[in-house]
RNA sequence: GUGGCCAUCGUUCAACGGCAGGACAGCGGGUUGUGGUCCCGCUAACGAGGGUUCAACUCCCUCUGGCCACCCCA
């Protein structure tokens, strides 16, 4: 009766043009059914973790001013100048889809006073960015992120916290990863080392013998030469100073805090005195979450899972007062992607489900009754009322895994009975109507202990 | 953005300058009040456009998309 059988052709169009169906864009992925059960569970321990320390949930528009990422993330950096999906909307406004999260909660946190708040204020965010680049696996162009960020604490437990929580946040997914840390001290200091890089580099020849990328990158951001991936860069770089030496007492101090405190609670870290990052806002600590599993050896720099810093500046060059600031990002699909790779088993479903099956205008009625009764009562219940043959329905609680169905048809209405069957056996036990509710709890309980 | 590889049913894997085939999934039937196994059947694809050719899914070009490396990043 319900069946709708489209129709070959539709009399309202010439039958000769094809309609050619909408694709979607470039880097844009749909997240199906089973897909989502990944983001289940990354979702689920994303917010677990947030909670558990402190962090409190917000949402900011995916839609903003393109100039509020050109002051925050940097006009010279890669994401601004040439990865941003922006355009003037129809009152003539400069905006851009958000393609970094930081720069949003900075603004909010600002927009609405948070410094009024008792300090530290710690946000936690999940939502979706959008960078022009070419897509590759693991390399979207509408990508999400979990984001932590916290406000208004400048000590160093603050760092070690956020790096602590990342780190479990990908431990406890069942994915090894390695923290990559590093600090590139305030903006005296790395002046005082960016001098002495330079002159390293004009020394002796060295800058000749760079590659093509960086002798360009020399004169424009000259961190960037640290973590070249090229042999002879390399080799040069292994003599170059190194930024923890030329640290201040305060940045110094700071940074072996936040080791202390991390190898207090046991997070293990890599010391990277190469690692830079590609946002122009940090300062003092920065790191990285890579995965564990790929070969280090062949020195290629594996795509990063999560990344993050202090950044105490931001804030101030905002347009709020001054504020330190810590955050992290973590990539939900290469997330996904690790936990695919190493086969992680998935959530086993839901528990005991009972099914609900009719047959027949009367026992259908009866049977939708019955399943508002148990769906508030709190049992997992299921039907397929949809369907009017018993096949359909019991195929489908035996896809969804039902451990009983309960089975209603017009010779039950007559007699004010039901049926369950036991799913696994096939044993069918005829039960008074009025009394399913229990019924079906006797049979879950398993030991005869409730009595209808 | 630069360079390279690739593109077949929903998924996955075949084949061929001359009829596009299997497996899985889906739907229907064997069993009109009974699922899981089995058997039978059906549905369903050459990414788009152009060119070469008697003939193109196959060869060539363009586009689109995917993948890999780079730039960069999550």
């Known amino acids: 009766?319900?069946?709708?059988?489209?129709?070959?052709?539709?009399?309202?169009?010439?039958?000769?043009?094809?309609?050619?169906?909408?694709?979607?864009?470039?880097?844009?992925?749909?997240?199906?059914?089973?897909?989502?059960?990944?983001?289940?569970?990354?979702?689920?321990?994303?917010?677990?973790?947030?909670?558990?320390?402190?962090?409190?949930?917000?949402?900011?528009?995916?839609?903003?001013?393109?100039?509020?990422?050109?002051?925050?993330?940097?006009?010279?950096?890669?994401?601004?100048?040439?990865?941003?999906?922006?355009?003037?909307?129809?009152?003539?406004?400069?905006?851009?889809?958000?393609?970094?999260?930081?720069?949003?909660?900075?603004?909010?946190?600002?927009e609405h006073g948070m410094f009024n708040l008792p300090q530290p204020v710690r946000m936690a965010w999940i939502g979706p960015l959008f960078r022009h680049e070419k897509p590759q696996t693991g390399r979207l162009r509408q990508f999400w992120q979990f984001d932590l960020e916290m406000f208004g604490e400048a000590g160093p437990v603050a760092d070690a916290q956020i790096i602590q929580i990342a780190y479990h946040f990908f431990r406890e997914l069942q994915i090894d990863v390695q923290v990559q840390i590093n600090s590139i001290g305030c903006p005296d200091c790395r002046a005082a080392y960016l001098e002495k890089l330079a002159d390293f580099y004009r020394e002796r020849g060295r800058r000749a013998k760079l590659c093509e990328d960086c002798r360009r990158r020399f004169g424009k951001n000259l961190l960037r030469l640290l973590d070249c991936k090229e042999t002879q860069c390399q080799e040069i770089r292994a003599e170059a100073p190194q930024i923890v030496d030329y640290l201040d007492e305060a940045c110094r101090e700071h940074f072996i805090k936040v080791l202390e405190y991390l190898d207090e609670v046991d997070i293990p870290y890599n010391l990277n005195p190469f690692l830079v990052r590609g946002l122009d806002y940090y300062n003092r600590t920065i790191f990285e979450i890579v995965s564990a599993d790929v070969p280090q050896e062949g020195e290629k720099r594996q795509a990063a899972l999560g990344g993050g810093g202090r950044y105490d500046y931001l804030v101030e060059k905002m347009g709020g007062r001054p504020t330190p600031a810590v955050g992290f990002g973590a990539g939900i699909e290469r997330t996904i992607l690790k936990i695919k790779e190493k086969n992680i088993p998935l959530k086993t479903d839901a528990g005991k489900i009972v099914f609900i099956a009719q047959l027949g205008e009367q026992a259908k009625r009866k049977a939708m009754i019955m399943f508002e009764e148990m769906r508030r009562a709190g049992y997992n219940v299921r039907q397929l009322f949809v369907k009017d043959n018993l096949k359909s329905q019991l195929e489908e609680a035996d896809r969804l895994g039902a451990l009983f169905t309960v089975i209603m048809g017009q010779k039950e209405i007559v007699d004010g009975t039901a049926l369950i069957r036991d799913m696994e056996s096939g044993v069918q036990e005829v039960v008074d109507a009025k009394k399913i509710v229990c019924e079906v709890e006797k049979r879950f309980a398993n030991n005869g202990q409730v009595n209808c």
């Open 1 to 110: 009766m319900s069946k709708i059988k489209p129709e070959k052709k539709n009399p309202d169009r010439p039958s000769s043009k094809k309609i050619e169906p909408f694709t979607r864009l470039r880097g844009m992925k749909d997240i199906l059914f089973e897909e989502y059960r990944y983001w289940d569970i990354v979702l689920e321990k994303a917010l677990d973790l947030a909670k558990a320390y402190g962090f409190r949930k917000i949402e900011t528009p995916i839609l903003e001013n393109q100039a509020l990422y050109e002051r925050s993330t940097g006009q010279a950096t890669d994401i601004v100048s040439k990865e941003m999906y922006n355009f003037i909307d129809k009152s003539g406004e400069k905006v851009a889809l958000r393609p970094e999260a930081t720069p949003g909660l900075v603004r909010s946190y600002i």
